[in-house]
């Protein structure tokens, strides 16, 4: 599965960005697409997740500001970035994760959010 990342730009305080990630596959049946960050000098975290079945699950860093959706038709994965804020700085990067034995793993290349003052 190629996962391609779009959206990632300047913002100010309180703007919005809206990331998509689009598979080269149909994502109907990726048991979690994720969305994870990654800031100068941090590790990976883990931003926000939805599973197939739609439950989501968020960082409560991001909490009430994120939100992550999936359109199937579009093999799309979205994550709406609300009130943003100078920590929202990062690299955003896209997941797809299949259980199984083992499990599978895809990644993006990375989209850059970058706070501007």
């Known amino acids: 599965v190629q996962l391609v990342e779009s959206g990632g730009g300047l913002v100010q305080a309180g703007g919005s960005l809206r990331l998509s990630c689009t598979a080269s596959k149909s994502i109907f049946s990726i048991n979690a697409m994720n969305w994870y960050r990654q800031a100068p000098g941090n590790q990976h975290e883990l931003v926000a997740t939805i599973t197939s079945g739609g439950s989501t699950n968020y960082a409560d860093t991001v909490k009430g500001r994120f939100t992550i959706s999936r359109d199937n038709a579009k093999n799309t994965v979205y994550l709406q970035m609300n009130s943003l804020k100078p920590d929202d700085t990062a690299v955003y990067y896209c997941?797809?994760?299949?259980?199984?034995?083992?499990?599978?793993?895809?990644w993006g290349q990375g989209t850059q959010v970058t706070f501007s003052s």
């Open positions: 997941n797809a994760h299949l259980w199984g034995d083992p499990d599978e793993e895809y």
